[in-house]
């Protein structure tokens, strides 16, 4: 996992700017209540993260790369979480972690790009409107005018945009490229192989090049927990998390990422302290990945995956999930796992819970142009 | 062949791609001739002077200075001539050739050679025959001096026997025989043994350019080759199984006529023109139809391109090829309408590219085939280098014109969305100028 790829600027070897460039956009309301949204971009596999294990239809299709017995740790109903996610484990444990299975959002296809474009606006088709659902939430709560908003990267990302007064927090010494240019390189190429998997690639060696990615995680964990922390700060904030796209060597990558967003996590909820128990954060990812492994010890662009909400008001210790099992016939288009639960419905729920504001009226607000039939209540407390 | 305005792919193809400036020009039948005014003043036998006498004065501030002023100009002027032509193909054609006939600034006396190499020992001679273009590579300054060609002495000439009286001991130097016969004419496989390595090397003794005489300033010679024939290795050579006993400079120049004409070096610059305008792996049939072309018009290089322009293999689009960091580079400021470039620029892009101006590594030139290039760093840096330069040189037009202008009917979908769908204007031009459309040609 990368916070974000701004890492590339090192021009002719002159200035010499590299390094984890974080992004998190804040938005301020006027509220105790900390909402954090964290994007998983590049398809995370809902799979390997909330593991299946009773599907034994998990180990044929996965093969080689099954996670084995040791690699996870069992939950309930035979779901097993990855070995990687130790803090989020722990927030399971005290139940305050829900995890939502077999998860998506309206959107069908397979492109990286289009997908996150609407799980951010909240919309049914990509590119339908400017404005994403976070920016609309801040219309539905309080506003608290006196407070400045904050920036932490230069471009704001689609879901904080819109009417409502968001800024972004950046730190000084690193100069940022063109966010907008990184983020649509892997859609320019996904007609091209060659260049596409050197991308990929290009941006595994930069990760190496930029030291030490735990680290990274660790630090924007910090940030994001003091900005939260802050008396007049904001309390909504987004945090973008890249490197899911695992068409090869997913079992090294996914660890890795994994153990950095729970690193993440694990910092975040350190540094809220007290504040922890007013807070919720949602994970969720653009789509999923084939439900069998490709030819390159990898998954394949997929549809339903799983989505995760942390925090001290979360009726945790729990896993959602309507499974409709991983046989052939049970996959949607015989490859992917069918999506059952609406991204839409668990955030109508979520917000609306936590806000104190009817789940409908959310979904209504938030998500008019793809309402959920399906609202996911009594996830919070 | 009646090359258009319209056509995109043509000039993608065989040129740098087409050029923002350069919209609309007139048909051009004969695209392999000067589109533009390339004449070029390097002040040359002046330069040389100056810096020999600055060596012998050991004023380093004053070399620095010519090195840097003469490759700057140079590079200012070859990147100024690429930007220029509306389509390319004849500067293409010159930056072929000065490949093939590699140099290297990585030698500092090259490096204030090297704008008069190109200009007057290539760019003036890629219309003429192989013949010609080859002897005037290998005579020029910059040659001699970066293949060691000045030091090589005929252990059995005049010159050795005044150093042995001396106590002194000179010899052969055999390394731009070698390189002549290996990169420039019959190459690797071309037949020919170590001995006869050695054998031209012979003949090639006396091989040297006018240096600047003390007490004079008359430098209008300085620069110029020059057959000294004191340091010609005496008696006759057995080259490739023939015996040449010509006297003096007749025996260099009967030999390299020998393999300039030679069929193994006909199939070699015909691999090679192939390779570098159609694909990495050649068709074999152009190939063939190059190399007969070369030997039935004894190496008429016009003759060549014409066969090229010709050839419906050099526009089938199941072949490609991945950009050079420098045709990447060519191409991506010609599509932003970018007119000249300050040298200083231009270093650090190469530089950050990976492909420095007349600097390969080694006399066999830079690769030519996308294994060499198309690595994961070389997509970053391409990025990279793609946002300072939209930022730097933001064109009125917007991003989907521009597109459509450059690509034509070779402009994808997916490009034109991801391109039209860009935060901003910026953001847009770079994603198109690292789009697989630009990568390759």
């Known amino acids: 996992m990368k916070i974000q790829r701004r890492d590339f600027i090192k021009y002719a070897g002159g200035l010499g700017l590299s390094g984890f460039i974080p992004s998190i956009s804040f938005a301020n309301a006027a509220t105790e209540t900390r909402f954090i949204f964290i994007i998983q971009r590049g398809a995370a596999d809902g799979l390997d993260i909330i593991n299946p294990r009773f599907d034994k239809n998990y180990f044929s299709l996965r093969g080689d790369m099954a996670l084995k017995d040791d690699e996870v740790t069992m939950l309930d109903n035979g779901f097993a979480l990855h070995n990687s996610l130790t803090n989020i484990g722990q927030l399971y444990k005290d139940k305050q972690a829900a995890f939502i299975h077999a998860i998506a959002t309206p959107y069908r296809e397979r492109s990286h790009f289009d997908a996150q474009n609407i799980l951010e606006l909240g919309s049914g088709r990509a590119y339908e409107f400017n404005a994403g659902w976070m920016n609309r939430l801040m219309g539905l709560l309080p506003q608290n005018k006196s407070t400045e908003a904050i920036a932490i990267s230069e471009t704001i990302p689609a879901a904080l945009r819109g009417n409502n007064k968001v800024t972004s927090y950046y730190p000084s010494n690193i100069k940022a490229p063109s966010d907008d240019l990184m983020v649509r390189v892997a859609s320019l190429y996904e007609n091209d192989p060659l260049l596409y998997d050197l991308w990929l690639q290009a941006q595994q060696t930069s990760k190496l090049a930029t030291g030490d990615e735990m680290e990274n995680a660790k630090e924007i964990g910090k940030i994001t927990a003091k900005l939260l922390n802050a008396p007049n700060g904001p309390r909504i904030a987004m945090l973008e998390t890249t490197g899911w796209d695992t068409h090869s060597a997913q079992t090294a990558r996914l660890k890795n990422n994994l153990k950095q967003i729970d690193a993440l996590v694990g910092q975040i909820k350190d540094g809220l302290g007290d504040n922890w128990s007013n807070t919720v954060v949602v994970v969720a990812t653009e789509f999923g990945r084939t439900a069998a492994a490709n030819g390159t010890q990898g998954t394949d662009h997929g549809t339903a995956s799983c989505a995760m909400v942390l925090g001290g008001k979360v009726k945790g210790g729990r896993i959602i999930a309507d499974w409709a099992g991983l046989s052939q016939a049970n996959l949607y288009q015989n490859r992917d796992l069918m999506p059952t639960a609406q991204m839409y419905g668990l955030l109508s729920g979520v917000l609306g819970e936590t806000y104190g504001i009817e789940p409908e009226k959310v979904a209504a607000n938030l998500f008019a142009a793809a309402k959920p039939d399906k609202i996911i209540k009594g996830i919070m407390i | ?441």
């Open chain 2, 1 to 441: 062949m009646i090359i258009n305005t319209q056509d995109t792919n043509f000039i993608k193809r065989f040129g740098y791609g087409k050029g923002l400036n350069n919209l609309n020009f007139a048909n051009n039948t004969k695209p392999y001739l000067p589109e533009i005014d390339e004449s070029y003043s390097s002040d040359f036998p002046n330069m040389i002077a100056n810096y020999f006498a600055a060596q012998k004065a050991n004023d380093k501030d004053k070399i620095g200075e010519i090195v840097k002023t003469s490759y700057g100009n140079f590079i200012a002027k070859r990147v100024g001539l690429a930007l220029a032509a509306p389509i390319g193909f004849h500067e293409r054609l010159v930056h072929f050739w000065s490949n093939h006939f590699a140099i290297s600034v990585d030698k500092r006396v090259v490096t204030f050679l090297a704008g008069d190499y190109e200009f007057s020992a290539i760019r003036h001679n890629i219309n003429g025959n192989f013949y010609q273009l080859l002897m005037a590579a290998i005579t020029h300054p910059a040659m001699l001096e970066y293949l060691d060609q000045e030091k090589s002495i005929g252990p059995d000439s005049i010159a050795a026997a005044r150093a042995a009286d001396k106590g002194k001991k000179i010899g052969l130097n055999e390394n731009l025989a070698r390189e002549i016969l290996e990169l420039h004419t019959l190459g690797v496989d071309g037949g020919y043994s170590q001995k006869d390595v050695t054998e031209f090397a012979k003949a090639l003794t006396g091989f040297a350019y006018i240096k600047p005489k003390q007490d004079t300033t008359d430098f209008s010679n300085v620069g110029k080759f020059n057959f000294i024939p004191q340091w010609h290795q005496k008696g006759s050579v057995v080259f490739m199984g023939r015996e040449y006993s010509q006297n003096g400079y007749n025996q260099p120049d009967a030999i390299l006529k020998y393999i300039a004409s030679h069929p193994a070096t006909a199939k070699h610059i015909a691999t090679k023109l192939a390779r570098h305008f159609c694909a990495d792996d050649p068709p074999q049939a152009l190939v063939e139809r190059l190399k007969n072309t070369f030997l039935t018009t004894n190496g008429d290089l016009n003759q060549m391109y014409e066969v090229l322009l010709n050839s419906p293999e050099c526009m089938d689009a199941k072949y490609t090829k991945f950009k050079t960091p420098w045709d990447w580079f060519i191409s991506s400021l010609r599509a932003i309408g970018v007119e000249n470039l300050d040298a200083r620029l231009i270093n650090r892009a190469m530089k950050t590219l990976g492909q420095e101006i007349l600097k390969p590594e080694a006399p066999k030139g830079y690769d030519d085939i996308q294994s060499a290039w198309a690595a994961p760093d070389a997509i970053e840096k391409r990025a990279e280098i793609s946002s300072l330069m939209v930022a730097k040189f933001m064109p009125p037009a917007t991003p989907v014109d521009i597109a459509k202008a450059i690509f034509g009917d070779t402009l994808s979908e997916n490009t034109l969305k991801i391109v039209s769908r860009a935060e901003s204007k910026q953001s847009a031009l770079a994603l198109l100028l690292i789009s697989p459309e630009n990568m390759r040609r």
